[in-house]
């Protein structure tokens, strides 16, 4: 069909046709096809790429070239329902990665790094690749690869999957940045990663908004976003208390203990050998004099059963506990210190679980100096507990703290895996 030439003056109505999936041949290589039904009872079947919208009047367009894809006349993004393809706007943003606000190692890319139809956008590691570049663009689209972050055939459904298609203007290619989040406006769902999961080659989805941190997204704007992740660099510098940020700043990280809420109790951890008391490698831990609370970070392979307890430490890990009866310590909090390196507004997400079998519960309250933002949250019985995500405003200099308490237990067996990252 290379340089036929359809003219659309003389259509009168387009029909949606319909494709079945083989049982077993996976997801379909490409959309319907459309019968145009031309004036004088001839119908024909074209490619999807040249399915014109029902909105669009027959006078509208003068003609449509089907090896090009292109119209005498510019048809903006959006102007049509899903089906008319548009040329894509031009870039409103620098190329830059969708970086998961739940774990910033991840990003959102295209699977196997190709650029046809069909194929699946899923989480994976981080490494730069044009795979990773996205652009937002002021029609409302996310691109990439000269290609339209889409719902899979204009599902409205949770779970419905995201992949990467043909720019049409269509609304299932429309997001919505919102407080973190990307919103697709017509099924008003948001762009997730399912179930907090973060093994590479996870399709992503569309799931209705819950405020989850495995819906925060961090997309290329015109002054890219920094993220400052607890487990990113305790992990550079596990050796300092405070530590550095990953852009050079000092003392922007500190592990401490005290009385929650009350900060002139608040003393800087020391750094405690976790090798000789539990016979382990590739823990970094602080703590005062070795005893609960602490705050330690597993560098290396999973650990199960660390110490003879009822608990793994997985990999990669930021593990903290708060202050136990046991030790004389159930008073002390566990504080996470975040001391700003910018003024302006930041957004907060993070995620704290229970690790031991016996763990009676925690709470956590995070604040900004001496006031209170948050909390007493509770966690008990191994739960998943988010934290946030939530937008605040700082100056620069100024602290955010997460406290980690025992929640009026006795504070034993209170190990959790943590999770935190700001976001400007």
């Known amino acids: 069909m290379r340089g036929i030439t359809v003219l659309l003056g003389a259509i009168g109505k387009a029909e949606r046709g319909t494709v079945r999936r083989a049982p077993d ?15 004088g009872g001839l119908a024909v079947t074209v490619p999807a790429v040249l399915a014109v919208a029902l909105a669009v009047p027959a006078t509208a367009l003068t003609q449509i070239n089907v090896a090009t894809s292109t ?31 739940y774990r910033s190692t991840k990003c959102a890319v295209i699977s ?22 996205w652009t937002t663009e002021a029609g409302g689209t996310i691109q990439a690869a000269g290609k339209c972050l889409d719902i899979y055939r204009d599902e409205k459904t949770n779970k419905a999957p995201v992949e990467l298609w043909t720019c049409t203007g269509g609304a299932n290619q429309q997001w919505t940045p919102d407080n973190g989040t990307l919103v697709n406006p017509v099924s008003g769902k948001c762009l997730d990663d399912p179930r907090f999961n973060v093994t590479d080659g996870t399709q992503l989805e569309i799931y209705t908004c819950n405020g989850g941190a495995n819906q925060q997204w961090n997309i290329p704007s015109a002054a890219p976003a920094k993220v400052w992740d607890l487990t ?10 405070p530590a550095p940020d990953q852009y050079g700043d000092s003392g922007v990280w500190s592990w401490e203990y005290g009385t929650g809420g009350q900060q002139d109790t608040y003393r800087l951890d020391t ?29 290396g392979p999973t650990i199960v059963r660390i110490c003879g307890f009822a ?15 046991s030790e004389g310590t159930g008073a002390l909090d566990s504080i996470i210190g975040w001391k700003s390196p910018i003024t302006g507004e930041v957004t907060v ?8 079998t016996y763990e009676p519960g925690i709470t956590w309250e995070l604040y900004r100096g001496a006031e209170n933002l948050a909390g007493p949250i509770t966690e008990s019985n191994n739960q998943l507990s988010t934290i946030g ?24 067996y209170d190990d959790c895996a943590l999770t935190f990252t700001i976001t400007s």
Not at 232 to 241: I, Q
Not at 272 to 287: G, K, L, P, Q, R
Not at 349 to 356: R, T, Y
């Open 25 to 39: 041949a996976g997801r379909s290589t490409g959309r319907p096809g459309r019968r145009l039904a031309l004036r």
């Open 71 to 101: 119209a005498s006349r510019a048809i903006p993004v959006g102007s049509g329902a899903h089906g008319l393809v548009v040329t894509p706007a031009a870039q409103s943003s620098p190329a830059g990665p969708i970086v998961s606000g």
């Open 112 to 133: 196997g790094g190709s650029d046809a139809n069909d194929t699946p956008v899923v989480i994976a590691d981080c490494d730069g690749s044009a795979a990773q570049d």
């Open 232 to 241: 990113t660099d305790f992990a550079s510098h596990p050796e300092l208390n």
């Open 271 to 299: 750094p405690y050998n976790s090798d000789s008391a539990c016979h382990v490698e590739n823990i970094y831990t602080w703590a005062d004099g070795g005893s609960d609370p602490f705050v330690t970070y597993n560098s």
């Open 311 to 325: 608990e793994n430490w997985d990999s990669h890990t930021i593990i903290v506990s708060p202050g136990a009866e």
């Open 349 to 356: 997400s993070g995620s704290i679980k229970g690790l031991n």
């Open 389 to 412: 995500p939530m937008s605040v405003t700082v100056d620069s200099g100024q602290s955010l703290y997460l406290e980690i308490g025992a929640g009026g237990t006795s504070g034993d």
